[in-house]
Every structure is written in C-alpha cells, then in structure tokens.
C-alpha cells in the first residue's frame, strides 16, 4: 500500500506506552515463565518494545483478544418476576502489538463466520473496527510453523494495520502502513518518518523471504477435503490416543466455538460466552442424553473435517493459517500436519482425490 | 549422536517379539503401546501411544526416551462388561506408570487381571525443552543434561507391580531425591505472597483440562467439573473460578497423586500445577508418617473416614 | 458498552401470561408469554431463565394467532436444567426470549397439495404451529385435504388436546388420527406406534407432502414408513433436534457438515438431510 519506512524505536515505544495508552488498551506479548501471552500495557519498563517484538509466537493466539475466553453478554439481578437485564458486551478501542501474520490471517478467517454472513455478530464487527493490528514480522520462525504452506507469508502486511520488520542493521524500526486505519494511526502519533529508499524496502523482503520454514515444504498446499472423506477408516484409528482435552481447540486461532453460560451469584448474575471445544465429550450431549457424537472417533473427525471441508464448503477457506501451535502442544501428537499426512497416505492408497 | 541417546534397539526387539507372542496366542486382544510419529523436518522425535491388535503390527512399537505419556489411562477407554477378553490388554509399564496402574485398580476403575504387564526398568525420559535447545546440532549431550526433572527425582524406577520384566531391574536412587525444595519455597511466602503467586499462575490457565485427563488420580466416571448441577465450575473463567478449578482437582488427587509429573508436562501454559499435589505429598509424609507418599495403598491417609478424629468436619 | 441493538445475544424480557399443563404427568408444560415478534412456523427462539442458562424451544403458537394476541406460545419438555427451572415458573415471573432463529417450513411451495402430517409426543409443537397457520391459509394456497396422525406414549401424554380433540377435527377437509403406545380404560382410540400405524391409514404420496417432527427413532421409522408408500426424498419434510448455543451460526455448535441447524435448519427436507454427514 506504501512504502516502508523507518521510526526511532525509543520514541514508538514513548508513544505507546504513554500518549497512545491513554486512548487505547494497549496489548503486548511478554514472556511469563516461558509462556509468551498477550498482557495490557500498563507501567512498562524501557526497552518493552524492543523484547516484545522480538518475541517468539505467543501460546495463545493474537486474535483471541477479540473472542475472549469470557466474553460477558449481559448483567442480571433481581428475583424471577423482577429481573433487570443490562447489555454487557463491550468492545474498546484496542492496539495489539506483535500480532504474527498467522494471527492476522486467522482474523480474516473468522471474519467470514462473524462478519460476512448475514446475522452479522455486530459486537465482534465492531471491536474488529475499533482494533488496530500491529504486526511483527517473523525474524524467526519456531520448528513446528508452516503458515506458507498455507498461503501465509510471514513478513506479509495484508493482513494488518501496520507491520513492523525487526531486522538487524537498519537504523531505527522499519515499519509499514497498509490500511487506512493504520495511517491514521501513525499520524496520530507524530513520529519522526523516514521513508525507505524502493531498494531497502527490498532488501527487507528479500530478509524475509530467505527464512527458511522446512515444515511447509513438507506440508506441501493442501487442498480441501471432500465429503466423502468422512467415511474414512483412518477417523477410529488415529483417534485412539486423543486424550479429549481441548488444548489443540483453544491453541488454534481459526477454533471459535463458544457456549453461553449463566453464572449466578445470589441475586446477581453473569451471561457469558465462554470458549468451547468440540473434542470434550459433552458438547453436543443434549438434556436428554442423546450425543450425535459420542465417540473420539466421531470428536476428531468433526475437527480436522471442519477445518479441512465443512469451513471449505461454506467459507471457501481451509481454516488453518499453519501457526503450528497444535504441532508444538499437543500432548499425542494428533496434531494438524500428522493427521494431513496420514490422509494424505489413506487417499493415495484407496484412490481418493490428492490433498 | 542423540538420536543413540534416545534409542535401545535391543529392548524394542524383545518387546516387539514378545508382544507379538502374546497377541497369537490369544493371552491379550490388544496392545497399549508406543510408536514413532513420522518424523518431520526441524522437529523433535516424538514417540506416542498407539494401539496394537494384529500380530503383524508389531513392527511399529517402540521404547525410547521421548515415550512421554502414560498409558494406563487408555485403559478406561476400551469397552467394560461383556467378553472381558475384549478388555485383556497388554501394556507397556515403567515405574511412574505402575503406580498409575496401582491408582486405577485400587479405585475399581480397571481390574488386575485384566491387564497383562511388561515391565521395563526406566531410567528416565528427556525433557522436550532441554531436549530442543540441543537439537539437531549438539555433537556430545549427556543424557542426564537432557532429562526430565521428574525422572531426575524419580525413586520408582522400577514398576511395582507386573507380570513380566523385559530388562534387569535398575538401582533405585534413595527416596530423599524428592526434596520438595519449590514447596519449602512456597511455604516460607507469607499467606498474601503465595496468594499473589498463584494468582499469576492460575491467570494463565484456559481450562483445557490437558491436566485432569492425562491425571492417573483423575479417574472419575463423572467428572464434577462438567457437572452443571451443582455448578460449583462453569466455563466462566473469571479468577476465582480458576482457583476453584485448581483447587478441586488438587484436593481430588491429594494423597492420591503418584508423582507422575504429566499435568506439568501437558500444560500448554508452563502452569506448575505439580507444586500443590507436591505439597499434599509434603504434608502427608510429615503428618502421616508415609516415607512413600506416591505409593498407593487399600487405604490413603485422606481416603478414609474415622469417627474418632479430633476434627469434626471430614 | 455496545450501542443497543448490537449484542445479538442480548435477549429481550418478557412476562409469563399463562402456563397451561399440557400432559397428565406434567412433564410438558406450555408457557404463553406477553408480546410477540414476526416469524414464520418452524422457526425457534432461545428461551432463557437467568441464572440457569438458555434452550432453543420451537415457537408453537401459529404466527396469526401470536399477531392478534400479541403472545408467543412455547410448549417444553422438562428434559435438562434449563427446561427444569422453566417449570418452576409462573404466571408473572420473567424469562429471556430472543429469535425468531432458523429458517421455517416451506408452505408457500405446498399450493394445491395434500398435507401429510406426522408427530410424536412433544414433537407436535413446532408442527401446531404450521398446521394451525395452514389450516388458517387453507384457501390461500388452494391446499388439499390435511391430515394428521399424532401419537404419544399414553392418552395422558398427548398434548395440545383441545385441538388435537376438538378444534382441528371439526375444521374442513382436515382429519385428525391419533393413537397411544399404550391404552388405559377409558382409551377408545388406536392403540400402536405411530410409524406403523400410518402404514395401517397408508395415505397416498401423490400430490402430497409429509411433515415429520417427533423422537429421533419415530422420525427414522417414520422416514422408512414413507419410503415404502412410495414417498420421494423431496416430498419428505422434517425438522434436526441438536443442542444449539447462538442461534445464528457463530458458536458452532449446531454444525452438521457446512450447514448449521440453528440458521440453515431446523426445517430440511430428506433429500437435504441425505446431503449431510449421519451426525445428528
């Protein structure tokens, strides 16, 4: 959209934590025990800005702060025949610093389910508009990431605000608008600009595109599944060792299945969405006990066909963005790429479509 | 070079052939056992359950050092009633793993003769973390600077209970290893400190339930975190939610957690869950008088009822 | 905080008017509650108690009546915590409604035909709905004879009895067949499962469309049923039970193959139904 261009890194990050923390909530990712999660900006020490984009992929998707594990809906108190109901979903104006182009991506994919069909979800509509995305591109991507086989570029900045290039041996932090909103942004601050020479800008690229991610040659550009797929006997054997957990669920960034949950304290209540995983065994065990899928077979089978077909059929996307956080985590090693490549081995022995 | 670290060819080729004589001559139906998952570039080898029915399959068993999860859990799964021959499964048992086993029998969850035991002597697992800083490049690792530090502490090598031993049992390091050196940590915090320790940990948690599920302890048929009547613990995950979910499934195991370390493991938020059964563990050792708290007995210190205790709640 | 109208989960409250014990047992009762919005039959709405949590209930009062009244009319089944704490409510108290979800059956492509309908215990809800709201546009769609074989575990289980027994007999062209698993002695009815006994009436496929709703295993007789009277899969209409959490195919839940039952259901017909994956 335009050129790259460099700021001074000192006085982003002054920016940032003092002028733009005050009309925005501010997140970045810190390193907590090992685990890098997203935290508020709230009394940062200097040289925050500096480690937080040099930061690994967080455990926790980017984008979730948008789908909170506990999203509030409404407030209620009172008695049965005096309830007073108050709306409690809210949406802040909301920086996120640090957010990887697999993350990006996955907000693109959940805006097709959100935002694009009709019975638009308009909370989610509009904390999309009032988030600004400030990517970081991967300088160093971890083993188990495949987001180009996906169709991800790792240093790409479509699919954010503004992307920042923490490269060695530039002088000051090479930055790059590419939405309107991002401009804006930028402006708002008042930094010192300098606009890159078209050369730097692609040399800069050049960086990015020479790292190596061997998990996506191997992955290959996997294509969609068919419906056919689901009678596949591979589902009851690769099934067996999934533990039920809903770690792989709420590690990925395309997951959002939610559930609606009373919480109730004396008079007083909470109505939430909640963060659900179609790998436990009871969500879609119904009051009366019926469970259309009672089995892990069925459980893991509904995730990898949801993201490989069903997402395909209606959405027209694979929802996976290659953020390998299942190919790290999972605790079986059922994670995304082995189940690929055991379809992948199932097709090509009983004749199927390639994937 | 690690990769010789990781492997024992000769004890794989005992359990293959083994394995395979049992499920020809009918003495199991199934067995619950260990693979290599297809290896992937820049990855770290990774060995995970697998279920073996027919002789044929035998091939694909393995023992390594990155065999992380237990097995006996598994168990449950298979179908209960009926031809019990259906459930007679064979399974690999190292020392951790035993005491796993111990916990499910005792709680009537799977029965003795329903499984047929190779034991193996373990001298530990590596750590995926150490083990990452290290691979593919490092020409000399020690294999003691790549294990897991539960397996660095362990004092149950070798399984207590089985049918066979695949290798010679191994000298057992006295019990003293498990010196609870973060729980004296933890003890000596004032009330407030701790609080604001555990504040931080439990924040992190997603409620995954990765922790109860690999949980040898966590053996009930109906879990009460899933129950919606009482709701003592829904989806929400606001922190005092988090400290009753925390605090449940830790006064659950207590007294009943072998040591076996997979909750740590699994966490994908690197929550040390491990520190509170730790800390029962620490308890019951002191006011019990248990030199072996992770081994389970008929009857745990917490597990039974006396009507002359002094205290007058439970 | 969102402006108003943006939280598509945000219920509106609405007031308990009556609750009327629709069986002898009391396990189904039917909630009428003040005001109403515009929806069509088969569509659903998520009721609420709060504090417990919300179910996706089928609206059974027809939409002309719901229009004149200003009402909406739910008929539940007490099968879980939610649908337990709705029963304990009266004429007064307060619950959360939002909808209409979901899409509705198509009786605007049924003009001329006969109408075949076929329920099961609580599974005539969201069917009283459609059959009040044909038998009111009879003339409007030039639709044929209607009829309606309705059957439950025992007479004391039957629901809606004032029309089942009374009104919709003594409509025109419209005849009503019910039956019981089980009779007592005042039963002077059929006594049998309702699949075989729509064999036993077996009504003829042509110019006809059939309209399920019922338990899972009396809809997967009923389907066979029809089959051998030479129904075809499009002629065949019936509605997916699933657990459901958002109503408009955000939260996953409802998800069977591409679709959602909860915005692309729970209306299908048995061609459609023979599209998606068996889940459900």
């Known amino acids: 959209m335009s050129a790259t261009i460099t700021v001074d890194l000192e006085e ?87 957010v990887k182009p697999c993350d990006a991506r996955a907000l693109k994919l959940l805006d097709k389910v959100f935002a694009d069909e009709s019975d638009i979800d308009q909370v989610y509509v509009e904390r999309r508009q009032k988030t600004v995305l400030i990517g970081v591109a991967c300088e160093k991507p971890e083993p188990t990431c495949f987001c180009k086989a996906m169709g991800v570029s790792p240093w790409s900045s479509d699919d954010c605000d503004l992307m920042i290039y923490p490269m060695q041996g530039l002088e000051g932090l090479a930055l790059k608008c590419s939405s309107d909103k991002g401009q804006a942004f930028l402006a708002g601050m008042h930094l010192t600009i300098r606009e890159l020479p078209a050369e730097t800008s692609e040399e800069i690229e050049a960086h990015y595109r020479a790292i190596p991610q061997p998990l996506s040659e191997f992955v290959g550009h996997p294509e969609a599944l068919s419906l056919d797929s689901f009678e596949l006997p591979i589902w009851g054997r690769i099934s067996e060792r999934c533990l039920s957990c809903g ?98 081995r199932e097709l090509a022995g009983g004749g199927g479509d390639g994937l | 070079m690690i990769a010789a670290l990781l492997e024992d060819k000769h004890l794989e080729e005992l359990l293959r052939a083994r394995v395979r004589q ?240 997979e909750c740590e493991r699994v966490c994908p938020m690197g929550i040390n869950i491990g520190e509170l059964n730790r800390k029962f563990m620490k308890d019951i050792r002191e006011l019990f008088g248990r030199d072996n708290p992770k081994m389970p007995r008929d009857v745990e210190p917490l597990g039974k009822f006396n009507p002359d205790d002094p205290e007058e709640f439970l | 905080m969102s402006e108003t109208g943006k939280n598509p989960l945000l219920p509106s409250v609405h007031t308990i008017r009556e609750v009327r014990d629709e069986t002898d047992v009391g396990d189904v009762k039917t909630f009428v509650v003040d005001g109403s919005f515009d929806y069509l039959p088969g569509q659903c709405a998520m009721v609420s108690v709060f504090g417990v949590g919300e179910c996706m209930i089928s609206i059974t009062s027809s939409p002309d009546a719901s229009a004149r009244g200003r009402y909406l009319e739910f008929a539940v089944k007490k099968v879980g915590l939610v649908t337990e704490a709705l029963h304990e409510l009266e004429p007064g108290c307060k619950i959360g409604i939002r909808g209409p979800y979901g899409n509705h059956f198509p009786f605007e492509q049924w003009a001329g035909k006969k109408l075949l309908f076929i329920g099961g215990g609580i599974g005539l809800a969201p069917l009283r709905s459609l059959i009040n709201h044909c038998i009111a546009h009879k003339e409007e769609y030039r639709y044929g004879p209607i009829e309606i074989v309705y059957g439950a575990r025992s007479p004391g289980d039957l629901c809606f009895k004032d029309e089942i027994m009374g009104h919709w007999p003594k409509c025109e062209d419209t005849t009503v067949h019910l039956t019981v698993d089980r009779g007592d002695e005042n039963w002077k009815g059929h006594v049998g499962f309702v699949p075989q006994f729509v064999e036993e009436i077996a009504p003829s496929p042509s110019d006809c469309v059939a309209i399920t709703c019922g338990p899972p295993i009396m809809i997967k007789l009923v389907l066979e049923t029809l089959r051998k009277l030479g129904f075809e899969d499009d002629q065949v209409i019936t509605t997916l039970e699933l657990k459901m959490q958002c109503g408009i195919g955000k939260c996953g839940r409802c998800n069977v193959g591409s679709k959602y039952v909860c915005k692309d259901g729970p209306v299908f017909s048995l061609a459609q139904l023979k599209q998606l994956p068996a889940e459900f």
Not at chain 1, 286 to 310: I, W
Not at chain 2, 33 to 40: A, D, I, K, P, V
Not at chain 2, 67 to 81: A, E, F, I, M, N
């Open chain 1, 12 to 98: 982003l990050e002054t920016q940032l934590a003092g002028d733009v923390s005050r009309r925005f909530d501010v997140y970045v990712p810190v390193d907590e025990n090992g685990a890098v999660v997203f935290r508020r900006l709230t009394t940062p020490a200097s040289g925050w800005l500096k480690r937080s984009v040099s930061l690994t992929r967080s455990v926790l998707p980017a984008n979730k702060l948008l789908t909170p594990q506990t999203d509030p809906v409404l407030r209620f108190q009172g008695g049965p025949t005096d309830y007073e109901v108050s709306d409690a979903a809210a949406s802040t104006d909301l920086v996120i610093l640090g």
């Open chain 1, 247 to 344: 770690l792989c669920t709420y590690l990925c960034p395309t997951c959002y299945c939610f559930a609606v949950v009373d919480k109730s304290l004396g008079e007083r209540g909470l109505r939430a969405r909640c963060w659900d995983s179609c790998m436990f065994p009871d969500f879609l065990k119904m009051a009366g006990g019926h469970n259309p899928r009672p089995t892990k077979k069925e459980r893991v089978r509904q995730r990898f066909m949801h993201k490989l077909c069903y997402t395909h059929e209606r959405y027209g996307q694979i929802f996976c963005v290659g953020c390998g956080r299942c190919v790290e985590k999972c605790p079986v090693g059922l994670h995304f790429v082995d189940v690929l490549s055991q379809l992948r």
């Open chain 2, 22 to 261: 049992l499920l020809e001559s009918g003495q199991i139906s199934l067995f619950l056992g260990y693979e290599r998952q297809e290896s992937l570039p820049g990855i770290l080898p990774s060995s995970v359950p697998c279920i073996i029915r027919d002789p044929s399959d035998v091939a694909r068993l393995v023992f390594d050092r990155v065999c992380h999860r237990s097995l006996v859990k598994y168990l449950l799964d298979l179908p209960t009633g009926g031809d019990s021959k259906e459930r007679r499964a064979g399974l690999v048992v190292r020392g951790c793993d035993s005491l796993a086993l111990q916990r499910l029998i005792q709680d009537h969850r799977v029965s003795r003769e329903e499984v047929y035991l190779l034991g193996i002597p373990c001298t530990g697992m590596v750590d995926k973390r150490k083990l990452s800083k290290v691979y593919p490049q490092s020409p000399s690792v020690s294999l003691e600077s790549i294990l897991d530090d539960t397996c660095l502490g362990c004092d149950t090598h070798n399984p207590v209970i089985y049918d066979e031993l695949l290798c010679e049992k191994v000298s057992e390091a006295p019990s003293s290893v498990v010196d609870f050196v973060q729980v004296r940590r933890l003890e000596a915090l004032s009330p407030d400190e701790r609080y604001k320790v555990w504040e931080a940990e439990f924040s992190r948690c997603i409620r995954c339930f990765a922790c109860r599920n690999v949980c040898p302890a966590c053996d009930c048929r109906q879990c009460t975190l899933e129950s919606n009547d009482p709701g003592w613990i829904t989806k929400h995950t606001s922190i005092s939610e988090q400290f009753m979910f925390h605090f449940i499934r830790a006064f659950h195991v207590a007294g009943r957690c072998v040591g076996c370390g």
